[in-house]
């Protein structure tokens, strides 16, 4: 079992950057991978970022890539979405996920077993 509680979104202007942190319980965090997962207002949930549990292997949604960076830190039980040159496009829910998919740190859902509550990032133009 994994619980998982986003932090660090708010508003920003276009431009702008923020670093999100998804702090997990469990002592077996080190074993999964972990997703960054968004949805805004009418659309359906998208995939953002992933993270393998070593970390060694990162996979990005071709609209954030170049601008986003997942990392995590596993003595810290914590994975974070440090995010760049944000513009209004990127104004969504920001969801943090677990996988226990062995070596899985991909863009489908399903594989994702666990779900923080999410957090509002908020990007003006």
């Known amino acids: 079992q994994v619980q998982l509680v986003e932090s660090g979104g708010g508003l920003v202007q276009a431009g702008g950057s923020l670093t999100l942190s998804c702090a997990a319980s469990?002592?077996?965090?080190?074993?999964?991978?972990m997703g960054w997962f968004r949805q805004a207002p009418g659309n359906k949930r998208e995939f953002a970022a992933g993270?393998?549990?070593?970390?060694?292997?990162?996979t990005y949604a071709d609209s954030v890539k170049g601008r986003f960076t997942i990392s995590r830190d596993n003595g810290k039980n914590t994975v974070y979405l440090q995010m760049n040159s944000l513009k209004p496009e990127d104004t969504a829910v920001y969801y943090c996920?677990?996988?226990?998919?062995?070596?899985?740190?991909?863009?489908?859902?399903?594989?994702?077993?666990?779900w923080g509550q999410g957090t509002q990032v908020t990007v003006s133009s």
């Open positions: 996920a677990a996988t226990s998919a062995l070596g899985y740190n991909g863009p489908v859902e399903d594989e994702y077993r666990y």
């Open positions: 469990g002592r077996t965090f080190s074993r999964y991978g």
């Open positions: 993270i393998s549990w070593s970390g060694y292997r990162t």
